[in-house]
């Protein structure tokens, strides 16, 4: 793709700055992870209203491959196996979304709304 790359993502333009409570209809698993990684989300900034549906399933996935592997280890069954091994891909891909992993978090540089500096004046 040819053309001037973005160099910033504005990570304060609707970001909450509090934390909302975990959907009642939540697993205890996923209510859990939600309340384990939202703090984060919010003091980075980059977490915005209409982010809030990809967090819920975010913290379906996990605390769903949370619950299996409780069943896991009482009865090994390849199906819950298989589950298992879905949702934990599911929520390793929506966690990467939403900046939860080491590497999604070193990927954006992410200014205030008031950085009155230039992007073309960061050295590299």
Same mark, same amino acid.
């Given at each position: 793709?040819?053309?001037?790359?973005?160099?910033?993502?504005?990570?304060?333009?609707?970001?909450?700055?509090?934390?909302?409570?975990?959907?009642?209809?939540?697993?205890?698993?996923? %209510?859990?992870?939600? %309340?384990? #990684?939202?703090?984060?989300?919010?003091?980075?900034?980059?977490?915005?209203?209409?982010?809030?549906?990809?967090?819920?399933?975010? #913290?379906?996935?996990?605390?769903?491959?949370?619950?299996?592997?409780?069943?896991?280890?009482?009865?090994?069954?390849?199906?819950? #196996?298989?589950?298992?091994?879905?949702?934990?891909?599911?929520?390793?891909?929506?966690?990467?979304?939403?900046?939860?992993?080491?590497?999604?978090?070193?990927?954006?540089?992410?200014?205030?709304?008031?950085?009155?500096?230039?992007?073309?004046?960061?050295?590299?």
């Amino acid at each position: 793709m040819k053309g001037r790359k973005p160099s910033t993502i504005n990570s304060t333009a609707g970001a909450l700055v509090k934390a909302p409570a975990p959907p009642a209809w939540l697993s205890p698993e996923a %209510k859990k992870e939600w %309340k384990r #990684c939202i703090r984060p989300l919010i003091e980075r900034r980059i977490l915005t209203q209409s982010d809030l549906g990809q967090l819920e399933n975010y #913290c379906i996935a996990q605390g769903r491959a949370r619950e299996i592997e409780r069943m896991l280890q009482i009865d090994f069954d390849l199906a819950l #196996c298989r589950a298992q091994d879905k949702a934990l891909a599911t929520a390793r891909q929506i966690a990467a979304e939403l900046g939860l992993t080491p590497v999604s978090r070193s990927r954006p540089v992410l200014v205030d709304d008031d950085d009155s500096e230039d992007a073309s004046d960061l050295a590299l």
